[in-house]
């Protein structure tokens, strides 16, 4: 029995032993934040954005850039990584990797044969975002210097999950999201918009950090509608914000309504949402139900509202639900008539509930869904009207 004792500890230790033979030293990697893929006439760009080692590793790096740029050119993405050792003397290494830019092109033509290392490559975390550059190259995007954040694709990747939380028209996408649409039927995916604005050259260089309007910015702009992994159109902020609502995305937001009197107009912080969709089969046809439940406090207020009066906050409560429902209502309607693309996922609603029925639709769902009766109701409920109740009247504080 020792002896059996004696061999299972020696085994164990070998497999502690043998269990990092595949580790990697920190300084024989070029970690990666960004990557950008741009589609060339050769082929594919890819651009990476590293740390600087020196920036990584102590302070003696001070006064050189935190990060550097790196790319290159060839026939396939994962030849283009590797090449990169050309010019770079350690291998690109994408575990922390926080932002994936592709450009529009690559998006149009269909975007799973420029992902498909990402997804395959073991090294690779999918928990980072992925944006598409609308108006310029993921080269150029990755380029400019940020005045916030050292790293300029961290400044990307925190500027989005941002305004996910607080502003609602733009979704933090990963990449293992799209994964699972790609795998699932009944709902396309989404892939957010970023916009280049100003002189993307000055914004290369340290003036764009060493002033108070930076030459060249980004913004994030539109939620990107795609069919079977293709982009085939952009939704604007509006219709992008009930793409949220519908999916149950919103965290907190805020909106204008003219006020009763229509002289003005107020606007409410959304607090706390939460959404149903109920799938529905009408005369052998699918329809649904999407019930949503808001919580908002009035934020803003430009016109005269007595707001201790009972009936003028039902009336504020009133005009706010009923801009929330034409708002959503507008949304679904703009994405079935002019993309016919299930990207709220009711297709996958009706998979769950109805699967017989479901089998007989979908080979031809997107015109199902692009014809289906979608009746939205909102629940609105006002849980506060801030420090002051009433907005302050000149004259009355004199």
């Given at each position: 029995?020792?002896k059996?004792g004696i061999?299972?500890?020696?085994?164990?230790?070998a497999?502690?032993?043998?269990?990092?033979?595949s580790r990697?030293?920190?300084n024989?990697l070029?970690?990666?934040?960004?990557?950008g893929?741009d589609?060339?006439e050769k082929?594919y760009?890819?651009?990476?954005?590293?740390?600087a080692p020196?920036q990584?590793?102590?302070?003696?790096?001070a006064?050189?850039p935190?990060?550097?740029i790196m790319?290159?050119?060839?026939?396939?993405?994962m030849?283009?990584?590797?090449?990169?050792t050309t010019k770079l003397p350690?291998k690109?290494?994408l575990?922390?990797?926080s932002?994936l830019?592709?450009?529009?092109?690559?998006?149009?033509d269909?975007v799973?044969n420029?992902?498909?290392f990402?997804f395959?490559?073991?090294?690779?975390?999918?928990?980072f975002d992925?944006?598409?550059?609308r108006?310029g190259?993921?080269?150029d995007?990755l380029?400019?210097?940020?005045?916030l954040?050292?790293?300029?694709?961290?400044?990307m990747f925190?500027s989005l999950n941002e305004s996910?939380k607080v502003?609602?028209?733009?979704?933090?996408v990963?990449?293992?999201?799209?994964m699972k649409?790609?795998?699932?039927?009944?709902?396309?995916?989404?892939?957010t918009g970023l916009k280049l604005?100003?002189?993307?050259?000055?914004g290369k260089?340290?003036?764009n950090?060493a002033?108070l309007?930076s030459?060249a910015?980004?913004?994030?702009?539109g939620i990107?509608?795609?069919?079977?992994q293709?982009l085939?159109g952009?939704?604007?902020?509006?219709?992008?914000k009930?793409y949220n609502y519908v999916?149950?995305?919103v965290?907190?937001?805020?909106?204008?309504?003219e006020?009763?009197?229509?002289?003005?107009?107020?606007?409410m912080?959304?607090?706390h949402?939460?959404?149903k969709?109920?799938?529905?089969?009408?005369?052998?046809?699918?329809?649904?139900s999407v019930e949503?439940?808001?919580?908002?406090?009035?934020a803003?207020?430009?016109?005269k509202?007595?707001?201790n009066?009972r009936?003028?906050l039902?009336?504020?409560?009133?005009?706010?639900?009923?801009k929330?429902?034409?708002l959503i209502d507008?949304g679904?309607?703009?994405?079935q008539h002019?993309?016919?693309?299930?990207?709220f996922?009711?297709?996958?609603?009706f998979?769950?509930k109805y699967?017989?029925?479901?089998?007989?639709?979908?080979q031809?769902?997107d015109?199902y869904?692009?014809e289906m009766?979608?009746?939205?109701t909102?629940k609105y409920e006002?849980?506060g009207?801030?420090?002051?109740?009433?907005p302050i009247?000149?004259?009355l504080?004199e």
């Amino acid at each position: 029995m020792r002896k059996i004792g004696i061999l299972c500890i020696a085994f164990i230790m070998a497999l502690s032993i043998t269990g990092c033979w595949s580790r990697k030293e920190l300084n024989e990697l070029a970690v990666t934040i960004g990557l950008g893929i741009d589609k060339t006439e050769k082929g594919y760009r890819i651009t990476a954005q590293v740390v600087a080692p020196r920036q990584a590793g102590s302070s003696s790096g001070a006064g050189s850039p935190p990060a550097l740029i790196m790319s290159t050119e060839e026939k396939t993405v994962m030849e283009a990584l590797r090449k990169m050792t050309t010019k770079l003397p350690r291998k690109i290494y994408l575990s922390h990797l926080s932002i994936l830019l592709i450009d529009e092109a690559i998006a149009r033509d269909g975007v799973l044969n420029a992902l498909d290392f990402v997804f395959r490559d073991h090294e690779v975390r999918p928990n980072f975002d992925v944006v598409i550059v609308r108006n310029g190259s993921a080269q150029d995007a990755l380029s400019i210097l940020t005045p916030l954040e050292q790293m300029p694709a961290r400044d990307m990747f925190d500027s989005l999950n941002e305004s996910e939380k607080v502003w609602a028209p733009t979704a933090a996408v990963t990449l293992l999201d799209l994964m699972k649409w790609f795998n699932t039927e009944g709902q396309q995916a989404v892939i957010t918009g970023l916009k280049l604005v100003g002189d993307v050259e000055k914004g290369k260089g340290k003036d764009n950090i060493a002033v108070l309007d930076s030459p060249a910015k980004f913004e994030y702009s539109g939620i990107g509608v795609m069919k079977d992994q293709v982009l085939v159109g952009w939704l604007n902020d509006s219709d992008s914000k009930a793409y949220n609502y519908v999916t149950g995305k919103v965290k907190s937001t805020v909106g204008k309504v003219e006020c009763p009197d229509k002289e003005g107009q107020f606007v409410m912080e959304l607090v706390h949402s939460e959404t149903k969709i109920i799938p529905l089969i009408r005369n052998e046809k699918p329809a649904a139900s999407v019930e949503i439940s808001v919580e908002a406090n009035i934020a803003e207020v430009e016109c005269k509202l007595n707001l201790n009066d009972r009936k003028v906050l039902e009336q504020v409560k009133e005009l706010s639900g009923q801009k929330t429902k034409e708002l959503i209502d507008h949304g679904i309607k703009e994405v079935q008539h002019r993309y016919a693309s299930d990207i709220f996922g009711f297709g996958q609603k009706f998979h769950q509930k109805y699967p017989k029925q479901w089998k007989k639709w979908r080979q031809e769902w997107d015109h199902y869904f692009s014809e289906m009766d979608v009746e939205v109701t909102v629940k609105y409920e006002i849980k506060g009207r801030g420090r002051i109740v009433n907005p302050i009247q000149k004259g009355l504080v004199e």
